[in-house]
């Protein structure tokens, strides 16, 4: 018996893109005007910023393979270990700057 998906409703699918556009699209937009040679910022805000988002980014790739992992009878379970600790590497690094800022 095969499984059928209901179909996404308008709204959800612009909410899914407006989310997507919100969590990529700084970074697309710093790359791609570092590609024409303007610098990327300086300072502990913008790598606390960039941190965050990359944890954030990667909890939700985790999220959503573990769910696909768990759906596929565990097929893409060593994409999940790397995602994992990749987005545990960018977590520490992010809570070690963000406690250097707020002095814990």
Not at 26 to 32: G, I, K
Not at 84 to 90: D, K, N, R, V, Y
Request: proline share 3%; net charge positive; aromatic share 16%.
């Amino acid at each position: 018996m095969e499984r059928v998906d209901k179909p996404q409703s308008r709204v959800k699918r612009y909410a899914t893109y407006a989310v997507i556009a919100l969590l990529f699209g700084p970074f697309v937009l710093l790359y791609a005007g570092a590609f024409l040679g303007i610098g990327l910022p300086q300072g502990i805000t913008f790598g606390l910023w960039f941190m965050a988002a990359l944890t954030v980014c990667g909890m939700i790739a985790f999220i959503d393979l573990a769910v696909s992992s768990w759906r596929n009878k565990r097929n893409e379970f060593g994409c999940l270990i790397v995602i994992g600790l990749a987005t545990f590497c960018w977590g520490s690094i992010f809570y070690k700057g963000l406690s250097k800022l707020m002095g814990w």
